[in-house]
């Protein structure tokens, strides 16, 4: 019933960008707050950034600070992640997700035990 599918990965050099989405169905974003995760071969999943459009507030891991930038776009369902300056560490299998809830604005941010769905990922690899 709820779908949540990402796109925009693929192969890019150090120093790129790419845009990822994440279009929802089932579900109103104007409802939600939405994370962004990704999966390193041989690690765990990690938060990267959210967006949460009670209270307008956002998220970012230290990792990608001034680097990535998360946008909505409620009357599309769609959720975006501006990659820029990308470095060989960011290549992962990046996933969105969708929580009931949620104030980044307020100090909150996602987790990745606390999320409600699930996309299944698209992949993103940065070459050196």
């Known amino acids: 019933e709820v779908q949540l599918v990402e796109s925009g990965g693929g192969l890019v050099q150090a120093g790129g960008s790419l845009r990822l989405s994440c279009a929802a169905s089932?579900?109103?974003?104007?409802?939600?707050?939405i994370g962004w995760f990704r999966q390193a071969p041989g690690k765990e999943r990690e938060v990267v950034s959210g967006?949460?459009?009670?209270?307008?507030?956002?998220y970012y891991a230290d990792s990608v600070k001034g680097r990535f930038t998360i946008s909505s776009d409620n009357a599309k369902n769609t959720v975006y992640l501006q990659m820029n300056s990308l470095k060989p560490e960011d290549t992962a299998v990046y996933y969105c997700?969708?929580?009931?809830?949620?104030?980044?604005?307020?100090?909150?941010?996602?987790?990745?035990?606390?999320?409600?769905?699930w996309g299944k990922g698209t992949l993103v690899t940065v070459s050196s």
């Open positions: 997700a969708a929580e009931r809830g949620g104030l980044y604005g307020m100090g909150y941010r996602p987790h990745y035990y606390g999320m409600d769905y």
């Open positions: 089932g579900i109103a974003f104007a409802d939600y707050s």
């Open positions: 967006i949460s459009s009670s209270d307008g507030g956002t």
